[in-house]
């Protein structure tokens, strides 16, 4: 968080003992923070009645009033402020009542002050997320998924049906095709709309660190581990986590995913707590989990488990006529995001997205919706900036022999990846060797500036 965003993040701090409120108040206030402080239960409720805080830290044990019937009076009072109990280790099991009355999390004394602050950090970003959330309302699964094709269509209704349900959700579809964006509308629309949508994109991950990425882990659970780390499904409290390429989670972890649906608990790598979690799972793959289940590399009872409603996202080439609405809606919001005054596309520019087959589906377009707008002229995009391979294709003839279909099924994979050799390989379905020896045999060179 930077020292601007910090100033505007007001913390307030309750503890009976002097020195713990002197030394606290110290640390935030040397990071940027609006600091009070309050030395018991009724001076808090009185400065909370005053002015709003982000964040209060609640001693557990404090006489009169304790920091338990404290959170509870401090809802009624500051509904929106996140609160962070603060207890010894003989007292985490009050602790970990208090999240369940509604705090945000605990820590235990004596603590680290950058494990605090990153905790205060994560709480402030949690509130901020839960207050705008309150402020929009929910949202609707067309505000997301932009199409009029009878396709795209059921995919909204069936974002309508499901939403509103806990069931588990398990989108299909190609890379690009939107499958973050379905999921984040079924949260949207979901009574878990006003708490956090969590991804986690597990194939981008090594089995160790997605373990502690979804898990957490406690301090020293191995080398670099300075302190506690909650895990992506304790940072879904209260809302959904998404799943993306679930298909490639290894088969320990599968194991570990299987327990978490069943059970809603977790235990942190490391650790031995059992940590209860109300979560809603939705999880994306672009594989086949049938054909892994055949294959051994996919867990049967874990895909029925994922597969309690499927929503099928249709490749970008199966409803065209949703081409142009989705390019101009692409285009509005890139033009926006870059500053740059609204445009619109020339008739033959537009012939050439509407005739290009899109292999990368919608995040293809938007790259080249991207590039035209950074090329382009106000208040035109033309032919001329976009991507030479989308304009190329519109007009190229249909390869005759298997062999130029494949030179050119592995040009277009190339080209969509930047030549990226492994990203190529691995949309391939083959190792980089094999991919290397067919650039070689096919003649094809990595192309120096393309315009």
Known sequence: MTTAARDTTSVLIVDDERIVRESLGSWFRDDGYDVATADGGRMALRLAAERPFDVALLDIKMPGMDGLDLQRRLAGVAPDTAVIIMTAYASVETA??????????????????????????????????RVEASAVGKENPHDFIIGESPAMRRVVALIESVAPTDATVLIQGESGTGKE???????????RCFNPFVAVHCGALAEGLLESELFGHE????????????????????????????GDVSPKVQVELLRVLEEKCVTRVGGSEDVKVDFRVVAATNRDLREAIASGTFREDLYYRLNVVTIDLPPLREHPGDIPLL????????????GKPPMRFSAEALDALKRHDWPGNVRELQNAVERGVVLGAPPEITRADLPRYVVDRAVRPMPHTLADLERAHVVRVLEESGWNMSQSARILGIDRGTLYAKVKRFGLERPGNER
């Open 181 to 191: 964006l379905v999921a984040k509308a079924t949260h949207a629309a979901s009574p």
């Open 96 to 129: 970990v009542n208090a999240l369940k009355s509604g705090a945000y999390d605990y820590i235990v004394k004596p603590f680290d002050p950058d494990e605090l602050s990153q905790l205060v950090r994560r709480a402030t970003e949690h509130r901020r997320l």
């Open 327 to 338: 390019a101009r809606h692409l285009l509005d919001r890139c033009c926006h995001a870059m």
């Open 219 to 246: 301090k020293g659970a191995f080398t670099g581990a300075s302190g506690r780390h909650k895990g992506k499904f304790e940072q879904a409290q209260g809302g959904t986590i998404f799943l993306d390429e679930i």
